[in-house]
């Protein structure tokens, strides 16, 4: 019985902790991005909205990967009339593609700035500013007190941040709500048609404040995201979708 | 307004200046010399030099008769104007309208000026004592009329200042060359024994035009006031300009702060009153040993808020080196546009593009580096991958055509495509496996081709088949065959990477 209490009373206290560092309540189902299960992972299972994400990549496959990625929770974020700042140092990005993530091209600002100091202080300037939804930089290392820096702009503007680190050398501790690691993994095409179909991705959350890691299979349609298990994956031969090319 | 004019005249503009530069010249008479009709004529010659007789316009020979030891120095072509330019520029700390006036002199538009140096006194003072502390020896007449300015300094015995309504009591006695009239006229009137401007200025004019030509009433009409004449500012004025002069020199930076601040407040005002931004503006600093430092900003929209534009100022105040100090501010706007009226505190709180606080943003972005590049893009109507889509020319430019989105396009897309080493089973078919920087990659599953055609009215070359291609991890990339197949290996190129 004491124990029960005992139980009782500290998730009474977490929630409470949770509320006071300003963690919104789960309250409807429309604030939601879709991502299902991954979702659980976070405080009160929301995915928490102006805080800074992270997202690590190796390789320029992983980085489009990330990209695509995120362009699917903009597409979320931004709904109708909102605006993202996407800062860098070189613009690779195709906006062509990031139309197909339901994200209107046309209501991102890229910016590049050449060093990588300017590109972070362009990012902590985005931040601060109320009109902006999301704000996107892509960078090759974060430290902590930079992470520190971005956390505290968020805090008062209440704007969405994400952080792309390329090859990071080392990944050094941050201050940030959320570190992700997107790889791609075989598309499932329905009823083995040839061809490729939809971007499936393996999201996988290296570390979640106030939270816990979490791993989840995801695909994109325009639909919005699915998730879905690793066994449905019918690794077929390649020979057979040789022959069936033609 | 009354207009009142000043005139320079440096007697001595290109020796001075070549004694400023070598002191050793100060106590030798020395002269310049060009080449001019198959012999030497002396061109400039220093006080000394001239108080043994030597003047311009005679051979060197012949100065040489006068002074044996004398010094002769070629002279670089076009050094009176150089001089002269740079003179002027100086001179834009007195009033915003200079003008040269070739070969050694320059006119100041000095309405409304003097008052702010305490008179006009004082203000001469100032001048004529800033040239002479330099080395420089001047002469300076101020009237209503340029004409009587120039007709003072040049022949007036020393700086004079003629009253509003004064300049024909004061130019009658002088000789009619202070006219700046040509020389067979003044020949003309030597020889009719007319000496002095009042000897003639009252015959009937239609006597003086038949003897003299128009020329000579024009320019006594001038020097009358009762024609107006017109001087060609070395800097044009700009429609919006604000000017800060300062009692002692600034050398701080929160100093240069205040002074922005005060300009922008006067500024701003004025465009706002007219329903104008401004687009890009420069603040010039005129500092005290003569050069002029200038930081520019520019704006993504048209603006008129004080606070914003100090801002982008601020970013720059660092670029500026004060050295002993600024003494005067001058702030132009070089790009106005209409602004739209903006009411602050309703629509602080939309969301997007029209936000004020976002092209603010994006204002102090490219003020911190000059060099970042700020773009939006827009579709534009074309399949070739580098050309679907342009940046857009202003902040609010909607798109003409819709995005393309039947064809799966990358996330990323290299900028410039990069050769792949292939293997195709037979024409036409995507590859089986690629190499690209040393790593193989084995094909899974693809789609295509997709053929885009290369718009020949734009540029020549081959068309190209794109396939999109997955490998046995599941990363996704955009390649494609340049041309038709041909057996040749290098034809193939990686051109993106799907998410």
């Not at chain 1, 993202?84 to 600002?109: E, H, K, L």
């Not at chain 2, 701003?268 to 900003?297: F, M, P, Q, W, Y």
């Not at chain 2, 000059?370 to 889509?389: F, G, K, Q, T």
């Not at chain 2, 020949?456 to 390649?479: N, S, T």
Request: net charge neutral.
């Amino acid at each position: 019985m004491m124990l029960e209490d005992k139980q009782a009373l500290i998730s009474k206290l977490k929630k409470d902790l949770l509320a006071w560092q300003g963690v919104p309540q789960r309250s409807n189902d429309a604030s939601t991005m879709g991502l299902g299960p991954l979702e659980k992972a976070f405080p009160n299972g929301v995915f928490p909205k102006g805080v800074i994400h992270e997202f690590v990549s190796f390789n320029r496959m992983d980085s489009a990967a990330s990209c695509g990625f995120i362009g699917g929770l903009l597409g979320k974020l931004m709904q109708t009339d909102g605006i993202c700042i996407w800062i860098g140092s070189i613009q690779t990005v195709f906006p062509a593609a990031i139309r197909s993530f339901g994200v209107d091209p046309a209501s991102i600002v890229f910016v590049s700035m050449k060093r990588e100091k300017d590109v972070l202080w362009a990012m902590e300037e985005a931040l601060k500013c109320h009109g902006i939804t999301a704000v996107l930089a892509e960078i090759h290392q974060l430290d902590f007190v930079q992470s520190r820096r971005l956390q505290l702009a968020v805090e008062k503007s209440r704007v969405t941040g994400f952080i792309l680190q390329h090859n990071p050398k080392i990944l050094l501790a941050t201050s940030c709500a959320a570190r992700w690691k997107v790889t791609s993994l075989p598309s499932q095409s329905d009823d083995g048609l040839p061809g490729i179909g939809y971007p499936c991705w393996d999201v996988e959350l290296l570390k979640v404040r106030n939270g816990s890691p979490a791993k989840e299979q995801i695909t994109w349609s325009p639909q919005g995201f699915k998730t879905f298990s690793k066994k449905e994956i019918q690794v077929k031969d390649w020979n057979y979708n040789y022959q069936n090319l033609g | 307004m009354k207009k009142r004019f000043a005139s320079l005249w440096f007697p001595h503009l290109k020796t001075d200046w070549l004694t400023v530069c070598k002191p050793h010249l100060q106590n030798i008479p020395f002269v310049l010399s060009i080449a001019a009709q198959g012999r030497l004529i002396v061109s400039g010659s220093n006080l000394l030099a001239e108080q043994a007789g030597v003047h311009s316009g005679m051979a060197i020979a012949d100065a040489r008769a006068f002074i044996p030891s004398l010094k002769i120095i070629n002279e670089q072509a076009g050094l009176a104007e150089k001089l002269l330019h740079s003179i002027a520029e100086w001179c834009i700390r007195y009033t915003p309208q200079v003008a040269l006036d070739t070969p050694d002199g320059i006119i100041l538009d000095i309405s409304g000026c003097a008052h702010l140096w305490g008179g006009e006194a004082a203000y001469l003072t100032s001048i004529v004592s800033k040239f002479r502390q330099h080395g420089y020896d001047v002469r300076m007449g101020i009237a209503d009329t340029i004409g009587a300015a120039w007709a003072v300094a040049h022949f007036g015995h020393e700086d004079i200042i003629i009253n509003e309504q004064a300049q024909s009591e004061t130019l009658l006695p002088l000789s009619p060359a202070a006219l700046r009239l040509e020389d067979v006229q003044l020949k003309r009137l030597q020889s009719l024994g007319l000496r002095s401007i009042g000897s003639f200025s009252k015959m009937p004019r239609s006597v003086l035009r038949r003897r003299f030509g128009d020329s000579l009433l024009l320019r006594l009409d001038q020097a009358m006031g009762l024609e107006d004449e017109f001087v060609i500012s070395i800097k044009p004025i700009l429609p919006y300009e604000e000017r800060l002069p300062c009692l002692e020199p600034i050398c701080t930076a929160n100093g240069i702060e205040l002074a922005l601040e005060d300009l922008l407040n006067k500024l701003c005002k004025r465009l706002s009153g007219e329903g104008k931004g401004l687009r890009a503006a420069e603040l010039n600093c005129h500092r005290v040993d003569g050069k002029i430092e200038t930081i520019t900003i520019e704006t993504n929209r048209a603006t008129a808020q004080v606070k914003h534009i100090l801002q982008l100022f601020v970013l720059k105040i660092p670029q500026i080196e004060p050295a002993l100090g600024i003494e005067l501010f001058t702030l132009g706007v070089s790009k106005v546009e209409t602004a739209d009226p903006v009411q602050e505190n309703l629509w602080n709180n939309r969301i997007g593009l029209k936000n004020p606080t976002v092209t603010e943003l994006l204002d102090r972005l490219k003020s911190r580096d000059a060099n970042c590049d700020i773009s939006r893009y827009v579709p534009s109507a074309h399949y070739w991958p580098e050309r679907s889509m342009k940046i857009a020319a202003k902040m609010d430019e909607v798109a003409a055509v819709d995005w393309q989105t039947a064809r799966p396009r990358p996330t990323r897309l290299l900028k410039i495509p990069e050769r792949i080493i292939v293997t195709a089973p037979i024409p036409d078919y995507p590859p089986i496996l690629f190499r690209y920087k040393g790593d193989t990659y084995t094909i899974r599953k693809a789609d295509g081709p997709e053929r885009i055609e290369r718009e020949w009215w734009i540029d020549p070359g081959e068309h190209r088949d794109y396939y999109a291609v997955e490998d046995l991890q599941g990363r996704r990339f955009w390649l494609y065959r340049a041309g038709h197949y041909d057996g040749q290996a290098d034809q193939w190129f990686i051109h993106g990477f799907f998410a």
